[in-house]
C-alpha cells in the first residue's frame, strides 16, 4: 500500500504565464532554415502558409514570450497537468528509497497527449491573423485531433490529409476528428497536384506522410484565407511544449525532490523539448545538474545513429532543409506501433542540444518498450501510449542501473499520452506476435 | 474567447478523508434487501461474496465514513477531478450572464469513468480480509476495466465475466483488461453450472447481463477466496462515488456560485448519487436550495415509468430483492449506445429519495444526447460517453428553459465519462442511422 503523498498538485493559478524560449541560451547561434532546393529561404514562402506571430517565434531572440490570456484560458481546462510519484512501480521494481521516480503526465488532456500545448496556440494564432481554415496531415491520428479540437474551440475549420492506410485502418481516430468538426481526407486525394501525380502513378496507392504533407502544405499555400499546422519539429512548436517542464519544475518543488535525470520519448522532438528544455535553463542558472535523455525507438535512431547535416523535412521535397540529424529524408521506417516516433530527422533545436553536448540520447526496443508499458500500467494503473513507453523503458534502467551501482537517483519521465487507441498492439505484444527491428543492426523495413 | 477563469482546482491535499453516507438523513428508513424468493435474506449469503467493512457500509446508520489512508493514497492519482465552467458552450447557446453552466469530469481517471471511485475502496477491502481472488462481470467494459485496474494496484486477481456479444464486439475493452492482468472469459462460459445450463438451452448463446452476474456471483459463492463486486446500484457503491459530490461543493465554493440545478446520469444509479447526495446533504444544513435531477434514457426509464416495489436485481434471480423503481427484472431495453444505462432497475438509495420528493427525473430521447454531446465535444474540447451526453441533454434544456423563462439558474452537471471507445456510436449517429426508442410510447425493443 502506499504511505506517502503521490501526487503534487498545484491549482489553475499556478499555470506559467510565459513559455521559454531555448533560442538565446544555445552554445552557438541557431542555424537557419534553407530552401528546399539548398539556396536562400525566401521568407515569403513562410508567410504564406504560417501565421506571423509563429514565424516570429521561429526565430525569436527572447527567453520568455508571454502566452496570449485566450490560450492560457484554454490551458486551463486540463492544466496544471498531474505529476505524481511512481510510488507502485518503484516497489514492483524493489528499489531502494534513494532511487525514486516521477513522471508528468500528459493524458489528461482532451485529445489524450500533450498535442494541444501547441494546437491552442497555433489556432489561436491563426485566428488573430484572420486566417479562417488551417490544413495539417496526420498519420495516425493524434495531432489531427488535437488541431481538430483546437480549431472547434477557436472557430477554424480543419482539413486533415490522413495516411490513407490508416484512414482506413484507424477509423475511430478518423471519427473523433469528423465528431470535433473537422473534414477528412484520404491522402493522396484528387484534390491536389501532388496528390493527382501520386495517383496518376499508382491508383492504389495507400499514402505515406510525406504525401500528406505535400498536400497540406500545397493547400495552405494555394489559398489565402488557409494557413498550414505542424505538430512537432519547428522552434515554436517545441517553444508551446515547456508549459510541461515549467509546471513540472514547480510541482518538483512541492515534492521537495529535484530529478537527476529528465527523460523523455522523441519523435520530431517537441515532447521532449517541452519537458526537458525548462530544466536546461534551470541548469544555467545552478538549480539543477540533471542530465537530459532523450529517447527514440531502435527502428528509427535519428539522434543516436543519424548524421547531423541539413535535410528535408518530408520525402516529398516540399519543405525547407533544417540543420538536424537525419536518417535521410526518403528513410522509410519500419512499421513499429510508435507511429509518432518514426520521423526520419528531429527538431532542430533538439538536434543542436545534442549537438553541443546539453543532452543524451538512447535507443530502446519496441518489445522492451511494451514490456515496461504493462508493468507500468499494472502497478500506476494508467495506460500508456507506444510513444510513451520509450520514457518509461529508459526510466526503469536508469533506476535499475543506480541501484546496480549503489547510487542514489532521482528519475523524472515524459509520460507524453494515453494508449486508449493502441490496444490493438497491446494485443499483439500479449500474444508474443511483436517484433523488433534494429536500425544499426541491419534490420530496416517491417510491416506497416 | 474566453476571458474569466474557467477551471476551479483544489490541490491533492483537499481530497475529502470521509465518504458521505445518505442512509441516515433519508426521510423514512431504509428498506431492507429481501431473498431472492421475497423471504429474510439470510445474512450469511452476503457474507459469502461481500467483505464485512461493505456489508457494514450497506447498512451503517453513520453520516461520515472514514475513508482508509491506503484507497486516498490511490484517489490522489487522478484526483480532485476537475470541475470546469463551460463557458463555450454557454456563448454558443447564447445563454445570457444570468444562465451558467459548470460541469464536473469524472473522465481524468484511469478507466476513463467515475468507476474506480468504487473498485479502488471494493479492492482494498477484499484485499485487507485475506480475498485474493474478485469475479465480476461486465457488459461493454467499464465496470470490468476499473476492477482490473483497482486489482492490479491492489494485487488481486480478478476474473470478469464478460457478456459475449460484447467480448465479441468489443475486443478493445477486453484486452485493456487483459492488459492489466484480468482474466476475461466470454460469458456463458462452461466454467459455471449457470453457464452450462444456458449453453445447454442454446449452444450459441450470446449470453446477457443477467447471465454474467449469475456466473460471477456462481463463482464467487463457491470459493472460499474469491469475492463478488458490483459496480452500481448498492449503497455501500453509492457511498464510494459521494467523494464527486464533497469535491464539487468545495470547487464551487472556489468559483464563488452555487447550483440551483444538480445533474446527474442514472443507470444503476451510482454516478448520480457521487454528485447529488453531497448536495441533498447541504440542502439539509440550509446552505443549498439545489434541485437535484436524475436523467435517464427515455428507451429504459425506471425512474419516470417504473414501479416502486421490490424487484430482482438480476434476470435468472440469484440476486436478492431491493426496493426500487423498476421496469420489471426481465426487461430487456433497447440496444442504445448508453449501455451503463440499461438497467431495468435502480439504486434504492436514490430509488427512495425519489419516492419521498428528495429528487426529480427525467427521461431523453438517444439522438437529442448526442446532439448535445456532439455541441459539447465541438466548445468544451472533451468528447462525452455515451451516458454521460444524457447530462448534458438535461443541463442545455435546463439553461434554455431558464433563458426562455428570463430566469437567472446555475447548473451543474456530472459529467462522468469520455467517449474514447465509443466511437462507433458517434460515427452512426453522425451518418444519421441513430434511432430513438421511447419506453412511455411503446417502442421497446431495439437491436443490440
Not at 526510466?395 to 535499475?400: F, N
Request: charged share 20%; proline share 7%; glycine share 10%.
Amino acid at each position: 500500500m502506499l504511505s506517502e503523498k503521490t501526487r503534487f498538485g498545484l491549482d489553475e493559478t499556478a499555470i506559467p504565464e510565459q513559455w521559454y524560449n531555448i533560442i538565446p541560451d544555445l552554445k552557438s547561434p541557431l542555424a537557419p532554415p534553407l530552401a528546399p532546393d539548398g539556396g536562400p529561404l525566401d521568407p515569403g514562402q513562410l508567410a504564406a502558409i504560417f501565421p506571423m506571430e509563429c514565424i516570429k517565434q521561429e526565430m525569436s531572440p527572447e527567453r520568455y514570450i508571454d502566452i496570449p490570456g485566450a490560450v492560457i484560458d484554454v490551458y486551463k481546462t486540463y492544466r496544471p497537468s498531474p505529476l505524481l510519484r511512481a510510488k507502485q512501480l518503484e516497489k514492483d521494481l524493489g528499489l531502494p528509497a534513494g532511487v525514486r521516480i516521477y513522471y508528468k503526465y500528459e493524458g489528461v488532456s482532451p485529445a489524450g497527449s500533450h498535442k494541444p500545448n501547441t494546437a491552442i496556440p497555433q489556432a489561436y494564432y491563426n485566428k488573430q491573423e484572420g486566417i479562417t481554415k488551417i490544413s495539417t496531415e496526420t498519420g495516425a491520428g493524434q495531432w489531427g485531433s488535437a488541431l481538430a479540437i483546437a480549431g472547434a474551440l477557436f472557430g477554424i475549420d480543419i482539413e486533415v490529409f490522413m495516411v490513407k492506410v490508416s484512414f482506413e485502418q484507424k477509423p475511430y481516430r478518423r471519427i473523433l476528428m469528423e465528431t470535433y468538426g473537422a473534414t477528412v481526407h484520404a491522402s493522396p486525394t484528387n484534390l491536389t497536384d501532388s496528390g493527382r501525380r501520386v495517383l496518376g502513378l499508382d491508383p492504389d496507392s495507400t499514402g505515406s506522410l510525406g504525401i500528406a504533407i505535400s498536400e497540406a502544405v500545397e493547400v495552405a499555400a494555394s489559398r489565402p484565407d488557409t494557413n498550414y499546422a505542424l505538430g512537432s519539429v519547428l522552434n515554436h512548436v517545441c517553444l508551446h511544449q515547456t508549459i510541461i517542464g515549467q509546471e513540472a519544475i514547480a510541482q518538483m518543488e512541492l515534492a521537495a525532490d529535484e530529478p537527476d535525470v529528465v527523460i523523455g520519448c522523441v519523435g520530431g522532438g517537441s515532447n521532449f523539448s517541452g519537458l526537458a528544455f525548462p530544466y536546461y535553463r534551470r541548469k544555467l542558472d545552478g538549480k539543477s545538474s540533471a542530465r537530459l535523455v532523450g529517447v527514440e525507438p531502435k527502428a528509427c535512431p535519428t539522434l543516436t545513429a543519424g548524421e547531423y547535416r541539413y535535410d528535408l523535412g518530408d520525402e516529398a521535397g516540399m519543405t525547407p532543409q533544417l540543420l538536424m540529424y537525419t536518417l535521410g529524408h526518403d528513410f522509410v521506417p519500419a512499421g513499429i506501433h510508435a507511429g509518432g516516433l518514426r520521423f526520419h530527422g528531429d527538431s532542430p533545436l533538439v538536434s543542436q542540444l545534442l549537438h553541443d553536448g546539453g543532452m543524451e540520447a538512447v535507443a530502446v526496443d519496441q518489445t522492451a518498450c511494451f514490456a515496461a508499458a504493462v508493468q507500468f500500467a499494472r502497478t500506476e494503473g494508467i495506460l500508456p501510449a507506444p510513444e510513451s513507453s520509450h520514457a518509461i523503458r529508459a526510466a526503469i534502467d536508469e533506476a535499475l542501473a543506480a541501484q546496480a551501482a549503489g547510487e542514489d537517483r532521482v528519475i523524472l519521465f515524459g509520460l507524453s499520452g494515453h494508449g486508449n487507441f493502441d490496444l490493438a498492439a497491446y494485443a499483439q505484444y500479449m500474444s508474443g506476435d511483436l517484433k523488433d527491428f534494429d536500425y544499426a543492426a541491419g534490420v530496416v523495413l517491417g510491416g506497416k
